[in-house]
C-alpha cells in the first residue's frame, strides 16, 4: 500500500467522524496556538526593544562605582576622572552624570509646586543623547565653566509654570533643600516623558538639565553617580571599556571598584529576560500540547477497538502488520498536523490581536513553523505508535470475530 | 492445489481443551469444487481459516501449491492470502464506508497495484458477478445477495488459485443463495478451484464432491454423482 492510498484512506476516516476528529485535535490546536503566539509577541517585543536602543547609538558606555559596603571615598567618581577619560584615544565624548531628586518647582500660581528633579551634565552630553529642542539651545561649555544658573526645561513644565512653551530668557524657581533658587531657562526640549505617561497614565516628574558644575555647587558634592563615554569605534567597545577600567583603578589605586557596561549588554540583558519569560510560557504551553497528545493517543486507542472488524478483513485480504501500523499512524500523524496547522493560524491571529492591544508587532519565523510542525507531527507519532501497533498485531480470526 | 496432512488444531480456554481438528488428511486438485459439510462445531470453519492462512494448525503440513505454508512467517502468510486465497464470508465482511466498486479494489491496493489497473480489474470483477449496475453503492445500499457478489468479486480480483468460502449462503435467501451458487458454478467451469462450507444438502448438491465433518474428523468424502446445475442442466 503506497502512502497516498495510505493519507487518501486517512483522511476518509477522519472526514467521516468530523467532529470527533475537530474535538481530538483541538489540544493540538490550543497547545500550537499558544506556543505561536506568545514566541511570535516575545520576537516582536524584543525587536521592538533592541530598535528603541539603536536609536541612542550602541557605542555608549556607562561607568559607574560599584556601591560595596567597603567601598571607600577615594574610589569615587569625579571630575577629574572625566578629564582622565578624554584623554583615551577611542574615547569621542564623555559626560558626568549626577542626578538629585526633590527638587520643586514654583507654578504660576507660586503656592503650587510640580515635582522634579535635576541631571547635571556637561556641554558633551549633547551630541550622546541629542535632546528634542523646541526652542533655545542646550547646555554648552561656556554654562559649565561659568557655573551658570541656568536650566533647560521640558515642554510641559514650560506650559504648568508660564502657560506657554517658548519660555527661553524666562526665570524659575526652584525649592531646593537650601532654599529657593532663580534659573534662567536656555532651552525646551519635547515632553521626554510621552512614552513613560502614557504607560502610567499619571504625571512623570520633570526633569531640569543644569551645567555639572551649577550641580555640584548647589549640592556641594564633588563626586559624580556616572560617567557616560561614546567611544569612536563601537567594534572596539569591550575592549576601550577594559582599558578606562584600568586607567580609573590606576588613577584611584584601588581594584574591581567600577561597573563599566555598554547598551549592548543591556539589550542583551533584557533580551535574556524576554528569552526566559517566552521560555517559562512556552513550556507551560507545550504541556497543553503534551495533554494534546494524550488526547489523540486515547482517540486512537479508541478508533482502534472500533474498526477491530475492519482490521480483520483488511488483514483476510493481505493486508502486512506494518500496513495496518502505517494506516493508524497517519492517522495520528494528520490529526496533529492538520491541528498543528490550525494552531499555527490561530495563534498567528491571536498574536495579531495581542499585538495591536500591546503595540507590538508580532514575528513569526519560518523557522518557528517549520519547528511547530515537526513538534506536532513528533507528538502524533508518538500519539500514534502505541494504538498503532495494537492494531497491527490483532489476530485476523479473533478480529473478524469481534463484534 | 491442496494438500493437507494430519492436521491439528486445538483450542485452549483456560483449562478447558476442544480438539477442532484431529488429524485431518485433504487434499484438493486444481479445478475441484468441494462442498464441506457437518453439524454445527463439527471443525468446518476451522479447517477453512488454516486453509485461508488466517489461522495456523497446532501440527501437521498444509501445502498450498507446493509450498508448506506452515513455515511462512507472518508477512509471508499475508501475501499468500493476498494473491492466492479469495474468501468468501458468510457476513460478507465488506467495509462499510467503501463502495462496492473500492471495496473490490481494497486486495489490488496491498498488492501495490496502479489506480487504473485496479479500477478495470475491480469493474471487470464486478462485472462478472453481475453487478455492473451497483459500483458505486454503499454496502447498505445493497441486498444480502448482492453484497455476497460484491465479497466474491472481491475474492476473485486478484485471480487467486483457489476460492474459499465460509457458509457464503448463510445469511442469504433460497433466490440469492441459488444465484450464488450459479456464479460459483461459472466461476468452477471457467477453471477456478473451490472449497465451500455449506449446512444445506441442497446446496451442496451444486458442488462436485462433498466432505462431511464430525466431531473434528472427516467422516466421508464423496464425489456428487449428478450436481445441480442451476438453470435446470443437471451434468
Ligand atoms: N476461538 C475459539 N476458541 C475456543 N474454541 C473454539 C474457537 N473457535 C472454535 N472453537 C471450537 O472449535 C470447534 C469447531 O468450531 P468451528 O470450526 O467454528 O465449527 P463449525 O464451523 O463447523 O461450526 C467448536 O467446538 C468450537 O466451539
Ligand atoms: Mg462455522
Known amino acids: 500500500m503506497n502512502i497516498f492510498e495510505s493519507l487518501k484512506s486517512a483522511l476518509r476516516n477522519l472526514m467521516s467522524n468530523k467532529m470527533r476528529s475537530f474535538l481530538t485535535m483541538l489540544g493540538i490546536i490550543i497547545g500550537i496556538a499558544s506556543v505561536i503566539m506568545i514566541t511570535s509577541i516575545g520576537a516582536g517585543s524584543r525587536a521592538a526593544i533592541t530598535s528603541e536602543f539603536d536609536k541612542l547609538g550602541v557605542g555608549l558606555l556607562t561607568i559607574q562605582m560599584k556601591g560595596s559596603n567597603d567601598a571607600k571615598l577615594r574610589d569615587f567618581l569625579t571630575l577629574d576622572d572625566v578629564e582622565l577619560i578624554k584623554k583615551h584615544p577611542e574615547v569621542k565624548n564623555v559626560t558626568p552624570y549626577f542626578e538629585a531628586w526633590g527638587a520643586s518647582i514654583k507654578l504660576k500660581n507660586p503656592k503650587e509646586e510640580k515635582s522634579g528633579y535635576i541631571i547635571g551634565i556637561n556641554e558633551e552630553y549633547r551630541f550622546m543623547v541629542p535632546p528634542d529642542l523646541l526652542y533655545g539651545r542646550f547646555i554648552i561649555e561656556s554654562d559649565c565653566k561659568a557655573k551658570s544658573k541656568v536650566v533647560v526645561i521640558d515642554e510641559v513644565l514650560a506650559e504648568k509654570v508660564f502657560g506657554r512653551k517658548d519660555v527661553v530668557g524666562e526665570t524659575i524657581t526652584v525649592r531646593l533643600w537650601r532654599g529657593n533658587l532663580k534659573f534662567t531657562v536656555i532651552g525646551v526640549t519635547k515632553n521626554s516623558n510621552a512614552a513613560l505617561e502614557s504607560i502610567m497614565g499619571a504625571e512623570m516628574p520633570s526633569a531640569l538639565y543644569m551645567p555639572i558644575q551649577t550641580v555640584m555647587d548647589i549640592y556641594l558634592v564633588d563626586y559624580l553617580d556616572y560617567i557616560y563615554v561614546s567611544v569612536k569605534d563601537p567594534e572596539k567597545i569591550d575592549q576601550t571599556a577594559i582599558e578606562l577600567n584600568k586607567m580609573l583603578e590606576m588613577k584611584h589605586r584601588n581594584e574591581d571598584a567600577y561597573y563599566i557596561r555598554s547598551l549592548m549588554d543591556e539589550i542583551e540583558m533584557i533580551n535574556q529576560v524576554l528569552g526566559y519569560i517566552t521560555a517559562f510560557i512556552s513550556f507551560v504551553a507545550g504541556i497543553s500540547l503534551f495533554v494534546g497528545g494524550i488526547g489523540v493517543m486515547n482517540i486512537m486507542l479508541v478508533t482502534v477497538t472500533e474498526r477491530t472488524r475492519e482490521i480483520g478483513i483488511r488483514k483476510s485480504l493481505g493486508a502486512k502488520n506494518k500496513d495496518i501500523r502505517k494506516q493508524f499512524l497517519i492517522e495520528a500523524v494528520i490529526l496533529t498536523v492538520i491541528g498543528g496547522i490550525i494552531g499555527i493560524i490561530a495563534g498567528f491571529l491571536g498574536g495579531s490581536l495581542v499585538g495591536m492591544l500591546m503595540d507590538v508587532t508580532p514575528k513569526v519565523s519560518l523557522f518557528s513553523i517549520l519547528v511547530t510542525v515537526g513538534v506536532s507531527s513528533l507528538v502524533g507519532i508518538i500519539a500514534g505508535v502505541y494504538p498503532a501497533n495494537k492494531a497491527a498485531k490483532l489476530d485476523p480470526i479473533e478480529a473478524l470475530r469481534y463484534e | 492445489m491442496i494438500k493437507v496432512e494430519s492436521l491439528n488444531k486445538i483450542y485452549e480456554n483456560g483449562r478447558i481443551q476442544v480438539a477442532a481438528l484431529k488429524n485431518i488428511n485433504l487434499t484438493v486438485s486444481q479445478g475441484e469444487f468441494v462442498a464441506i459439510m457437518g453439524a454445527s462445531g463439527s471443525g468446518k470453519s476451522t479447517l477453512m481459516n488454516i486453509l485461508g ?173 449428478n450436481p445441480i446445475r442451476v438453470g435446470g442442466d443437471a451434468l
Not at chain 2, 494473491?83 to 489490488?108: C, D
Not at chain 2, 465460509?166 to 433460497?174: A, F, I, V, Y
Open chain 2, 53 to 225: 492462512c488466517l489461522d495456523r494448525a497446532n501440527s501437521g503440513k498444509y501445502f498450498l501449491e507446493q509450498v508448506d505454508v506452515s513455515s511462512l512467517n507472518d508477512d509471508e502468510l499475508a501475501k499468500i492470502r493476498n494473491l492466492k486465497i479469495g474468501f468468501v464470508f458468510q457476513a460478507f465482511n465488506l467495509l462499510p464506508k467503501l463502495t462496492a466498486l473500492e471495496n473490490v479494489e481494497l486486495p489490488m491496493i496491498y498488492a501495490g497495484a496502479k489506480h487504473k489497473e485496479r479500477r478495470e480489474k475491480a469493474l471487470a470483477a464486478l462485472d462478472k458477478v453481475g453487478l455492473s449496475d451497483r459500483v458505486l453503492h454503499l454496502p447498505n445500499e445493497l441486498s444480502g445477495g448482492q453484497k455476497q457478489r460484491v465479497a466474491i468479486a472481491r475474492a476473485l480480483v486478484n485471480s487467486p488459485s483457489i476460492l474459499l468460502a465460509d457458509e457464503p449462503t448463510g445469511n442469504l435467501d433460497s433466490k440469492s443463495s441459488e444465484e450464488i451458487m450459479g456464479i460459483f458454478q461459472k466461476l468452477n467451469d471457467e477453471g477456478v478451484t473451490i472449497v465451500m462450507v455449506t449446512h444445506e444438502p441442497e446446496i451442496a448438491h451444486h458442488t462436485k464432491r462433498i466432505v462431511t465433518f464430525k466431531d473434528g474428523e472427516i467422516i466421508t468424502d464423496k464425489f456428487v454423482d
